[in-house]
């Protein structure tokens, strides 16, 4: 059990919480990557950067002024999108598959850290679980992704194409 | 014996301003069982949140500390006092003057009020107490604690209200007495079911002061305590919590509303309990105590009367209960019903509460304030702010938990069962039938059909009427057109540097002599936008809360609204209401022309009369008009009438039976609506705003339909409301409703008293005559040379122009400076300076009223020059709101003179560290961007911005196109992405938890000062006295004139006050405190010339801030566009071509300080003072200048700040020795023994340690030292691994770096790693 407020601007650096967190929970994180298994209102408010995973239930206004990094919520109840803040995040589910092996990766070390018996349990039934997540990512953050996605692919090709075996 | 209170006001201090935060907590056996071991643990947990409280001065003496606890029956028959069967008779601790005779007076008054009630005095008893264990200052207010029991053969509740009754009328009797010590006198408690010990002590100290407390016999099942933290180190045994009822950590921000709204209420109360004894109890609200001994009269009152504990407090502090609130439809029903008998006591609040059998806790809808349960396999319940307070092993705990906003949690120890909130709410919500009431009895503005619609257009009378209510050009195009165009307020930047309304000499509206305040330290702003759901306008009209003893449907015969302004065709709706509870009065706000003064102040008097004739005929609502306005009547300001039907209908106690509407063509910015509100009325229709907006619709200055443009406009004007309370840390309108959260700035004591009753105002001004005067220009203008053609006056408040007011940096001052910093010439520089001294003597500026008193020495004797740049600094301007060039080139300059630059909210290059270019200050703001443990560690100064002078009380936002790759890098963000920066500091909700990041500061870098800045309002010298006892070294006070990179345009004009404000009132709240000498006092705020730095060191202060000055001297031409990223000298902007236009020099800025600090010297000589030091607080060298003045500073008086408190003459009255806090026992100096390996040759290390939470902010001390010799790099992953069993204090792994791994098992407080760096 967490007090109230915890990780306010973090940059970078990794914790794992076995046990519920309180109100404001990764408040403007900022590049904190950080597991959680239920929050309080206000989690990830004003957060910028980072990963934040909450494996059970969370506050009231979730992802309120969320503008960067990405959240994974374990909704089991299926009401998820009520207590989100809707206002600049979009939610989907977790897909991609950069996106599950993160996810899973980020289980996985609770589960070394704290031997959680959650992360435990939703390890072993994953394929039962994964559809319950729920990605959380600003509208804006996804954008300016794509854009240094396509800017790496776009290099790489351009190393490809500089590559000496290629040169003539 | 010193008086038991507050001083009394004088000088700038006023007492209403004092605030105080806490721990709390409690412990319970949930069967009821009652042993000597639960007060024991109650005590414990009070000693464990010690760090939360603070002492005085003296360092011995608490803020107060206290326990509650059931009457301990078994006790007072080991004592064998003749006591009846437990619940027959009643007792309290009674604290009396401790001269013998008074003392024995009130014994007398009480008994006798104990005989008139009924019931027979058994006996007087001496407490034991040992006077030796409390510091000085309590002692020289300590008094004479005596217990008085009583009996009488009655059941127990009417015993108890029986008790009530004489306690309420002794209290009466003897603070309406003529003896001298009668604020001694006090009963903690008067019951038979609880008993209350408390005083001014330090956690530790109650016990031993208390000797009772020690007794084996002395049993309870439940025991309540309380720690304060408060503001002041004034005496006040009374104020030590816990209260009757409560023990609350919090602060209660709409506490004047409440007070004024229960006052009013008491001519319609009727109780079936009371009957008619109900006026024996009045005041409910005892004068002159503090927001948490308010609320705990009403709560003991509205119990006592017969509402249940939970009840009482579900209506007091409603959980928030709009859409996206998942709280069931009727308990939803439940808050509505009860929104219209009684407004929210708003703020954070964190409230534990007991009558004797029920045990509880709640929390505010916002929940700012912690509090952790823990429930044990035998059925103890602990309570506190914090988690450890109280230690079980694993085995034993049962269940955790922590209170959730809004909820509560309630313990019953007679059936010993633990109440959920869901239980207790579901019963509450089934009382009545409140969704029935509801959709029975209330209207809802939108359902209300319409009869007829009313057009905007007003038509020829556009043209006069504009004129009348002063429209300017600037208002037309820039206020209302931006307003109605995009749904905003406008954004604007730089500072406010034109007069105060009372010291121009053009005619103003009345609003302007009014400014907003807001929340500083002792409690948060709200983030209005991200918060929405804690967030309402709701409103009601109507006969509110009639008798709010009882339930009827009719108590909700009300008009729901949900927005508070409303249309002219809305306005119509109500006008047209036929039901006889929605029946209303129009009373005209106008006055005669031809009548002078005279006949000005009879129209005046004549509407008050009328105001209370609508109410004696049973009117339901009344409706102010200025609508016929024409050449021969006149309007009065809208806001003087509202405020003085308002309070006139208070004093008659006929207020809470009518409400007030405002239909005036006089408002049309967010603050004037905002005044209207906060001085009572419940809407308002400002129909000019509306022709107004119709007319550029017409005119195609707007190209939207007007449809569209009105509702932009309401909605601009909605948002900017919920700013406005927001930034108070007030969530509803409801409650913000005659809250009166203004000062006033230049308006008569005569008008303050009667109308604005409770408003700080300092310096006098204007009353009728004035008014009638400015409303005659304004009428005279529109109707004595009458012209078709409408215009609109150019007036100049928001930009320089050429016939328009005063601006202090205008053309020939920004000139002149210029051009003496870049040629090096003293003599341009002594024409600059002989301007802007002349022009402050217009005058503009407070410190132009002002002159010092001469004894000229030799100017050889004086201190060096460099002496006195050394108290220079640069204001906090972020590298993103200027650029690299400006930036650079002033920590540059101030690097070479021995100033101090600032690097503002944004990090800085570690590159810069250890260079020329390194900027000593370091700032720590709400967004903590770039706030890495190697950024503390290189500053001398680490500065918390707790807020703005342009816009304090709201955060900012830096949009993601301004955020490129190196501004990204420096703030760790990614670039293109939008930063946010909340209004508050989310780890600072009371200062408490400042000095707890003061405390994490002082840990990361030892070796660096703690500044705080704060900005001037009335208040700001309690909340320095606060700040000084949580150990800041430095506190900076920035006037409302300070700079802004870009802010809303009505803030940078209407929160905040002018910086000789804020200085003067800090300076004499320290010394009265005995709190100056621990801390340096710095001001900022429109500072240009050696004679403003003299002046403002008189008034207090020993450093000095300049930032437009500095950016002027850089090439800074005032165009108003650095929130554009515009700016054409290359100074506030980001773009690369315009940078290359900055030909700034940092020798510029070492010039202009050379300059200021020769001049300096040229007055030290002429004052005859050698050394700065001796200058600093000396306003008896300061006069008033009588010769400076205008038509409307008749009674323009500053003797309030020239007042120097008699505690001067004891104490120091500028800084004489360091603030520190000892770090010797912080475990981080055993982490860096055991670690030392690992630090210095990258050895790894594994540590174990157990901890409490006493221990904070542990690993913070460790990883600065790593940062000091690794810089941001740290060292390599899991270097040093150390694992922690317990419970950790606050802060735990603050601002750990890379390399450090920390494994906590077991629980942690709040804070837990903050600012971690890698």
Same mark, same amino acid.
């Given at each position: 059990?967490?007090?109230?407020?915890?990780?306010?601007?973090?940059?970078?650096?990794?914790?794992?919480?076995?046990?519920?967190?309180?109100?404001?929970?990764?408040?403007?994180?900022?590049?904190?990557?950080?597991?959680?298994?239920?929050?309080? !209102?206000?989690?990830?408010?004003?957060?910028?950067?980072?990963?934040?995973?909450?494996?059970?239930?969370?506050?009231?206004?979730?992802?309120?002024?969320?503008?960067?990094?990405?959240?994974?919520?374990?909704?089991?109840?299926? !009401?998820?999108?009520?207590?989100?803040?809707?206002?600049?995040?979009?939610?989907?589910?977790?897909?991609?598959?950069?996106?599950?092996?993160?996810?899973?990766?980020?289980?996985?070390?609770?589960?070394?850290?704290?031997?959680?018996?959650?992360?435990?349990?939703?390890?072993?039934?994953?394929?039962?679980?994964?559809?319950?997540?729920?990605?959380?990512?600003?509208?804006?953050?996804?954008?300016?992704?794509?854009?240094?996605?396509?800017?790496?692919?776009?290099?790489?090709?351009?190393?490809?194409?500089?590559?000496? !075996?290629?040169?003539? | 014996?010193?008086?038991?209170?507050?001083?009394?006001?004088?000088?700038?201090?006023?007492?209403?301003?004092?605030?105080?935060?806490?721990?709390?907590?409690?412990?319970?056996?949930?069967?009821?069982?009652?042993?000597?071991?639960?007060?024991?643990?109650?005590?414990?947990?009070?000693?464990?949140?010690?760090?939360?409280?603070?002492?005085?001065?003296?360092?011995?003496?608490?803020?107060?500390?206290?326990?509650?606890?059931?009457?301990?029956?078994?006790?007072?028959?080991?004592?064998?006092?003749?006591?009846?069967?437990?619940?027959?008779?009643?007792?309290?601790?009674?604290?009396?003057?401790?001269?013998?005779?008074?003392?024995?007076?009130?014994?007398?008054?009480?008994?006798?009020?104990?005989?008139?009630?009924?019931?027979?005095?058994?006996?007087?008893?001496?407490?034991?107490?040992?006077?030796?264990?409390?510091?000085?200052?309590?002692?020289?207010?300590?008094?004479?604690?005596?217990?008085?029991?009583?009996?009488?053969?009655?059941?127990?509740?009417?015993?108890?209200?029986?008790?009530?009754?004489?306690?309420?009328?002794?209290?009466?009797?003897?603070?309406?007495?003529?003896?001298?010590?009668?604020?001694?006198?006090?009963?903690?408690?008067?019951?038979?079911?609880?008993?209350?010990?408390?005083?001014?002590?330090?956690?530790?100290?109650?016990?031993?002061?208390?000797?009772?407390?020690?007794?084996?016999?002395?049993?309870?099942?439940?025991?309540?305590?309380?720690?304060?933290?408060?503001?002041?180190?004034?005496?006040?045994?009374?104020?030590?919590?816990?209260?009757?009822?409560?023990?609350?950590?919090?602060?209660?921000?709409?506490?004047?509303?409440?007070?004024?709204?229960?006052?009013?209420?008491?001519?319609?109360?009727?109780?079936?309990?009371?009957?008619?004894?109900?006026?024996? @109890?009045?005041?409910?609200?005892?004068?002159?105590?503090?927001?948490?001994?308010?609320?705990?009269?009403?709560?003991?009152?509205?119990?006592?009367?017969?509402?249940?504990?939970?009840?009482?407090?579900?209506?007091?502090?409603?959980?928030?209960?709009?859409?996206?609130?998942?709280?069931?439809?009727?308990?939803?029903?439940?808050?509505?019903?009860?929104?219209?008998?009684?407004?929210?006591?708003?703020?954070?609040?964190?409230?534990?509460?007991?009558?004797?059998?029920?045990?509880?806790?709640?929390?505010?809808?916002?929940?700012?304030?912690?509090?952790?349960?823990?429930?044990?396999?035998?059925?103890?319940?602990?309570?506190?702010?914090?988690?450890?307070?109280?230690?079980?092993?694993?085995?034993?705990?049962?269940?955790?938990?922590?209170?959730?906003?809004?909820?509560?949690?309630?313990?019953?120890?007679?059936?010993?069962?633990?109440?959920?909130?869901?239980?207790?709410?579901?019963?509450?919500?089934?009382?009545?039938?409140?969704?029935?009431?509801?959709?029975?009895?209330?209207?809802?503005?939108?359902?209300?059909?319409?009869?007829?619609?009313?057009?905007?257009?007003?038509?020829?009378?556009?043209?006069?009427?504009?004129?009348?209510?002063?429209?300017?050009?600037?208002?037309?195009?820039?206020?209302?057109?931006?307003?109605?165009?995009?749904?905003?307020?406008?954004?604007?930047?730089?500072?406010?540097?034109? &007069?105060?309304?009372?010291?121009?000499?053009?005619?103003?509206?009345?609003?302007?002599?009014?400014?907003?305040?807001?929340?500083?330290?002792?409690?948060?702003?709200?983030?209005?936008?991200?918060?929405?759901?804690?967030?309402?306008?709701?409103?009601?009209?109507?006969?509110?809360?009639?008798?709010?003893?009882?339930?009827?449907?009719?108590?909700?015969?009300?008009?729901?609204?949900?927005?508070?302004?409303?249309?002219?065709?809305?306005?119509?709706?109500?006008?047209?209401?036929?039901?006889?509870?929605?029946?209303?009065?129009?009373?005209?706000?106008?006055?005669?022309?031809?009548?002078?003064?005279?006949?000005?102040?009879?129209?005046?008097?004549?509407?008050?009369?009328?105001?209370?004739?609508?109410?004696?005929?049973?009117?339901?609502?009344?409706?102010?008009?200025?609508?016929?306005?024409?050449?021969?009547?006149?309007?009065? &300001?809208?806001?003087?009438?509202?405020?003085?039907?308002?309070?006139?209908?208070?004093?008659?106690?006929?207020?809470?039976?009518?409400?007030? @509407?405002?239909?005036?063509?006089?408002?049309?910015?967010?603050?004037?609506?905002?005044?209207?509100?906060?001085?009572?009325?419940?809407?308002?229709?400002?129909?000019?705003?509306?022709?107004?907006?119709?007319?550029?619709?017409?005119?195609?200055?707007?190209?939207?339909?007007?449809?569209?443009?009105?509702?932009?406009?309401?909605?601009?004007?909605?948002?900017?409301?919920?700013?406005?309370?927001?930034?108070?840390?007030?969530?509803?309108?409801?409650?913000?409703?005659?809250?009166?959260?203004?000062?006033?700035?230049?308006?008569?004591?005569?008008?303050?008293?009667?109308?604005?009753?409770?408003?700080?105002?300092?310096?006098?001004?204007?009353?009728?005559?004035?008014?009638?005067?400015?409303?005659?220009?304004?009428?005279?203008?529109?109707?004595?040379?009458?012209?078709?053609?409408?215009?609109?006056?150019?007036?100049?408040?928001?930009?320089?122009?050429?016939?328009?007011?005063?601006?202090?940096?205008?053309?020939?001052?920004?000139?002149?400076?210029?051009?003496?910093?870049?040629?090096?010439?003293?003599?341009?520089?002594?024409?600059?300076?002989?301007?802007?001294?002349?022009?402050?003597?217009?005058?503009?500026?407070?410190?132009?009223?002002?002159?010092?008193?001469?004894?000229?020495? &030799?100017?050889?004797?004086?201190?060096?020059?460099?002496?006195?740049?050394?108290?220079?600094?640069?204001?906090?301007?972020?590298?993103?709101?200027?650029?690299?060039?400006?930036?650079?080139?002033?920590?540059?300059?101030?690097?070479?003179?021995?100033?101090?630059?600032?690097?503002?909210?944004?990090?800085?290059?570690?590159?810069?560290?250890?260079?020329?270019?390194?900027?000593?200050?370091?700032?720590?703001?709400?967004?903590?961007?770039?706030?890495?443990?190697?950024?503390?560690?290189?500053?001398?100064?680490?500065?918390?911005?707790?807020?703005?002078?342009?816009?304090?009380?709201?955060?900012?936002?830096?949009?993601?196109?301004?955020?490129?790759?190196?501004?990204?890098?420096?703030?760790?963000?990614?670039?293109?992405?939008?930063?946010?920066?909340?209004?508050?500091?989310?780890?600072?909700?009371?200062?408490?938890?400042?000095?707890?990041?003061?405390?994490?500061?002082?840990?990361?870098?030892?070796?660096?000062?703690?500044?705080?800045?704060?900005?001037?309002?009335?208040?700001?010298?309690?909340?320095?006295?606060?700040?000084?006892?949580?150990?800041?070294?430095?506190?900076?006070?920035?006037?409302?004139?300070?700079?802004?990179?870009?802010?809303?345009?009505?803030?940078?004009?209407?929160?905040?006050?002018?910086?000789?404000?804020?200085?003067?009132?800090?300076?004499?709240?320290?010394?009265?405190?005995?709190?100056?000498?621990?801390?340096?006092?710095?001001?900022?705020?429109?500072?240009?010339?050696?004679?403003?730095?003299?002046?403002?060191?008189?008034?207090?202060?020993?450093?000095?801030?300049?930032?437009?000055?500095?950016?002027?001297?850089?090439?800074?031409?005032?165009?108003?566009?650095?929130?554009?990223?515009?700016?054409?000298?290359?100074?506030?902007?980001?773009?690369?071509?315009?940078?290359?236009?900055?030909?700034?020099?940092?020798?510029?800025?070492?010039?202009?300080?050379?300059?200021?600090?020769?001049?300096?010297?040229?007055?030290?000589?002429?004052?005859?003072?050698?050394?700065?030091?001796?200058?600093?607080?000396?306003?008896?060298?300061?006069?008033?200048?009588?010769?400076?003045?205008?038509?409307?500073?008749?009674?323009?008086?500053?003797?309030?700040?020239?007042?120097?408190?008699?505690?001067?003459?004891?104490?120091?009255?500028?800084?004489?020795?360091?603030?520190?806090?000892?770090?010797?026992?912080?475990?981080?100096?055993?982490?860096?023994?055991?670690?030392?390996?690992?630090?210095?040759?990258?050895?790894?290390?594994?540590?174990?340690?157990?901890?409490?939470?006493?221990?904070?902010?542990?690993?913070?001390?460790?990883?600065?030292?790593?940062?000091?010799?690794?810089?941001?790099?740290?060292?390599?992953?899991?270097?040093?691994?150390?694992?922690?069993?317990?419970?950790?204090?606050?802060?735990?792994?603050?601002?750990?770096?890379?390399?450090?791994?920390?494994?906590?098992?077991?629980?942690?407080?709040?804070?837990?790693?903050?600012?971690?760096?890698?």
């Amino acid at each position: 059990m967490i007090q109230t407020i915890t990780l306010e601007r973090v940059f970078r650096g990794e914790v794992y919480i076995q046990g519920v967190a309180g109100e404001r929970f990764c408040v403007r994180n900022s590049g904190a990557k950080a597991v959680v298994e239920g929050s309080g !209102d206000h989690c990830c408010e004003y957060m910028t950067g980072g990963r934040t995973v909450v494996l059970g239930t969370t506050g009231r206004n979730f992802a309120a002024g969320m503008s960067g990094g990405i959240a994974y919520v374990l909704d089991e109840v299926g !009401d998820f999108e009520y207590y989100c803040n809707t206002g600049l995040v979009e939610l989907g589910p977790v897909e991609d598959k950069a996106d599950i092996s993160e996810l899973q990766e980020l289980i996985g070390k609770h589960l070394l850290y704290t031997q959680s018996p959650l992360a435990n349990k939703l390890l072993t039934n994953w394929e039962e679980f994964l559809p319950k997540f729920v990605k959380v990512i600003p509208l804006e953050y996804k954008k300016v992704l794509n854009e240094m996605k396509l800017k790496e692919v776009k290099r790489k090709l351009e190393l490809a194409e500089d590559a000496p !075996d290629r040169r003539e | 014996m010193e008086s038991n209170s507050f001083p009394k006001a004088q000088g700038l201090y006023d007492p209403k301003n004092e605030h105080d935060a806490c721990g709390i907590g409690f412990v319970a056996h949930i069967k009821g069982h009652k042993s000597h071991d639960i007060i024991e643990r109650g005590l414990t947990v009070l000693v464990n949140m010690d760090h939360r409280g603070a002492t005085s001065s003296d360092n011995k003496t608490g803020d107060g500390a206290g326990i509650l606890m059931q009457l301990p029956h078994d006790f007072y028959l080991s004592l064998k006092i003749a006591v009846p069967e437990a619940g027959k008779y009643g007792t309290g601790l009674v604290f009396l003057p401790e001269d013998k005779k008074e003392a024995d007076h009130c014994a007398e008054i009480l008994n006798k009020f104990v005989a008139a009630e009924g019931l027979q005095l058994i006996s007087w008893r001496d407490v034991p107490v040992d006077s030796s264990v409390i510091g000085e200052i309590a002692k020289r207010s300590e008094p004479l604690i005596r217990q008085i029991f009583v009996k009488g053969d009655y059941e127990q509740d009417i015993l108890e209200r029986k008790l009530f009754l004489a306690r309420k009328q002794a209290e009466r009797s003897i603070r309406e007495s003529n003896l001298t010590q009668k604020d001694a006198f006090c009963l903690p408690s008067f019951s038979s079911k609880t008993l209350i010990y408390k005083g001014m002590f330090t956690p530790d100290q109650l016990r031993d002061y208390f000797k009772d407390l020690t007794n084996p016999a002395m049993t309870s099942a439940i025991a309540l305590v309380h720690s304060r933290f408060s503001t002041n180190t004034f005496p006040t045994w009374s104020l030590a919590q816990p209260f009757r009822m409560i023990a609350h950590n919090g602060e209660i921000n709409t506490i004047k509303g409440n007070r004024q709204w229960m006052h009013a209420r008491e001519s319609l109360l009727e109780s079936d309990l009371f009957g008619s004894e109900i006026e024996k @109890i009045f005041p409910i609200i005892e004068p002159g105590k503090s927001d948490s001994a308010s609320f705990d009269n009403t709560l003991e009152f509205l119990h006592l009367a017969g509402r249940s504990m939970p009840h009482s407090i579900c209506m007091m502090i409603p959980e928030s209960f709009n859409e996206k609130n998942p709280i069931p439809e009727d308990l939803k029903a439940f808050y509505e019903y009860h929104s219209t008998i009684m407004e929210p006591w708003d703020g954070p609040a964190s409230m534990v509460f007991s009558d004797g059998r029920y045990i509880g806790g709640t929390l505010d809808r916002s929940g700012l304030r912690p509090s952790r349960y823990v429930i044990t396999k035998n059925d103890l319940i602990v309570m506190g702010s914090e988690v450890g307070v109280q230690v079980f092993k694993a085995d034993e705990i049962k269940e955790k938990g922590r209170l959730r906003p809004g909820k509560l949690l309630l313990v019953d120890t007679e059936r010993g069962i633990i109440i959920p909130d869901q239980e207790v709410k579901a019963e509450l919500s089934q009382r009545n039938p409140y969704g029935d009431w509801l959709k029975e009895n209330r209207l809802e503005l939108e359902k209300i059909s319409v009869r007829q619609r009313v057009s905007s257009n007003i038509g020829d009378l556009f043209g006069p009427y504009s004129k009348v209510f002063g429209y300017s050009k600037e208002e037309m195009m820039i206020v209302i057109k931006e307003m109605a165009e995009t749904a905003q307020e406008p954004t604007s930047s730089m500072g406010n540097d034109t &007069p105060l309304a009372v010291l121009s000499d053009k005619p103003k509206r009345f609003f302007s002599y009014f400014r907003q305040l807001f929340a500083q330290v002792t409690n948060p702003p709200i983030d209005p936008i991200r918060e929405g759901l804690v967030m309402s306008l709701t409103h009601y009209i109507g006969s509110v809360s009639s008798n709010i003893l009882e339930e009827t449907p009719n108590h909700c015969s009300l008009i729901k609204f949900d927005s508070p302004i409303i249309t002219n065709t809305d306005l119509g709706k109500i006008k047209d209401l036929k039901h006889e509870s929605f029946t209303h009065a129009i009373i005209p706000m106008l006055f005669p022309v031809n009548g002078g003064a005279a006949g000005f102040k009879k129209a005046f008097d004549a509407m008050l009369v009328e105001a209370e004739k609508a109410v004696d005929e049973n009117k339901n609502f009344i409706i102010l008009s200025d609508r016929n306005v024409d050449e021969n009547m006149a309007p009065i &300001p809208s806001l003087l009438s509202v405020a003085a039907v308002h309070h006139h209908l208070i004093k008659s106690k006929k207020r809470m039976q009518i409400g007030i @509407i405002v239909e005036s063509a006089e408002p049309r910015e967010i603050m004037h609506f905002a005044l209207l509100f906060g001085y009572g009325a419940s809407v308002v229709n400002p129909y000019l705003a509306f022709a107004a907006i119709d007319y550029l619709v017409n005119e195609e200055e707007i190209k939207l339909p007007y449809a569209e443009a009105r509702k932009n406009y309401i909605k601009s004007i909605d948002k900017g409301l919920l700013k406005v309370i927001s930034k108070m840390g007030i969530s509803t309108l409801q409650s913000y409703h005659g809250a009166e959260l203004f000062e006033a700035v230049g308006v008569s004591d005569e008008l303050i008293d009667n109308y604005f009753k409770g408003t700080p105002s300092r310096i006098g001004g204007v009353s009728y005559e004035e008014i009638f005067k400015e409303a005659m220009i304004f009428h005279d203008d529109a109707y004595k040379n009458p012209t078709k053609k409408v215009s609109f006056s150019t007036v100049g408040e928001y930009h320089y122009r050429n016939q328009g007011e005063f601006h202090a940096w205008n053309p020939q001052s920004v000139g002149l400076l210029q051009w003496a910093t870049k040629s090096d010439d003293y003599q341009t520089y002594k024409k600059f300076s002989k301007l802007v001294d002349d022009q402050n003597a217009q005058p503009a500026f407070i410190r132009g009223i002002l002159k010092w008193k001469h004894n000229p020495i &030799p100017i050889e004797e004086v201190e060096p020059a460099e002496n006195i740049m050394k108290r220079f600094v640069t204001g906090a301007m972020s590298y993103g709101s200027i650029s690299k060039e400006a930036h650079e080139a002033i920590a540059v300059a101030m690097n070479i003179i021995g100033g101090r630059s600032n690097t503002g909210e944004g990090g800085e290059d570690a590159g810069r560290f250890g260079t020329d270019r390194n900027s000593k200050i370091k700032q720590i703001a709400s967004g903590r961007f770039g706030v890495t443990n190697n950024y503390l560690i290189n500053a001398q100064e680490l500065q918390i911005k707790i807020a703005q002078g342009a816009k304090p009380g709201e955060g900012g936002q830096l949009p993601g196109f301004k955020i490129n790759k190196i501004i990204a890098k420096l703030r760790h963000s990614t670039p293109g992405i939008t930063l946010i920066s909340p209004p508050p500091h989310h780890d600072i909700y009371s200062i408490e938890d400042l000095a707890q990041l003061i405390f994490d500061l002082k840990n990361v870098n030892p070796d660096a000062k703690v500044s705080v800045k704060l900005v001037a309002e009335s208040g700001v010298g309690t909340i320095a006295a606060g700040v000084a006892k949580g150990f800041s070294d430095i506190i900076i006070v920035s006037g409302c004139e300070g700079g802004t990179g870009a802010s809303p345009a009505s803030s940078i004009k209407h929160a905040g006050l002018p910086a000789e404000f804020g200085i003067a009132e800090t300076q004499q709240t320290l010394v009265m405190n005995n709190l100056r000498g621990r801390v340096k006092l710095q001001v900022d705020g429109q500072l240009k010339t050696g004679r403003d730095v003299v002046i403002m060191g008189m008034l207090g202060a020993e450093e000095f801030g300049f930032a437009t000055g500095a950016l002027i001297s850089l090439g800074c031409i005032m165009m108003r566009k650095c929130h554009l990223n515009t700016c054409p000298a290359g100074i506030a902007t980001q773009n690369k071509e315009l940078r290359k236009r900055f030909l700034g020099r940092s020798q510029f800025v070492i010039n202009y300080f050379t300059f200021i600090s020769q001049e300096i010297r040229e007055y030290m000589a002429e004052i005859g003072v050698r050394n700065f030091d001796d200058l600093v607080g000396r306003v008896d060298l300061l006069e008033q200048n009588h010769e400076v003045t205008n038509w409307k500073m008749k009674n323009v008086d500053l003797s309030k700040f020239l007042n120097l408190p008699k505690e001067a003459k004891l104490y120091p009255i500028r800084n004489t020795h360091p603030n520190t806090k000892n770090l010797d026992d912080v475990i981080d100096k055993t982490l860096i023994k055991e670690a030392n390996k690992a630090i210095k040759s990258g050895e790894k290390v594994w540590l174990s340690h157990s901890i409490h939470n006493a221990m904070r902010t542990v690993g913070a001390m460790l990883s600065g030292q790593i940062s000091k010799r690794y810089g941001e790099e740290g060292l390599p992953k899991d270097t040093i691994n150390c694992t922690f069993t317990g419970t950790a204090g606050q802060s735990f792994g603050a601002f750990l770096v890379k390399g450090v791994s920390f494994k906590l098992e077991g629980d942690s407080n709040d804070y837990l790693g903050k600012g971690l760096s890698r």
